[in-house]
């Protein structure tokens, strides 16, 4: 493994050539300078590999799922934002139980909120059950990029199991799912991995 800087002063990691970060996707790894995959038995892998290729898998269709989106005609939305507009859900939410799902403080949240707010997605308004609350809820906008999300993974898993084979894509997903702990996916990736939105 090499942990090294670009120059950009972002931080890569490598792992002997295999593309941590950058990929190796059928074609991608003679245009990227990285090595072909090679068949045989497999080669020892250490520990820290696991977790660095399931988040470099993660970050390839989180990018590649952004670089469309922006296409089609939302480039202002961003990783985060996605995880805000599932924690509002499709009923809307107060700002406290979107901070809670999300993991992060209410000032956190309501700040989230603006952005989402100002970037179309999501409006302010009252709640029918209380008058004294206000409820966040998606607009238009903000279901469009969820519906646009949906489809853009379907094309995209669809692309690793052409690459790969529909069997070991659905087996990776079947070992996955053995193996996560109950309750491990939720909404609040981003405060925990280290922080507020």
Known sequence: MVNMVDDEMVNQVSLSGKGVGGGSRKGADEGRGQEPRRSGPPRP????????????????LIDELHTELARQGHPDARPAHGFALQAIGPEGSAATDIARRLGISKQAAGKTVDRLVALGYAERADDPADARRKLVRLTARGFDLLARSAAIFERLRAEWAAELGEERVSAMEDDLSAVVSPGAFRLDAAGWIGGAM
């Open 45 to 60: 892998r250490a520990g820290y590999e696991l977790p660095l290729l399931l988040f470099a898998g993660f970050r390839t």
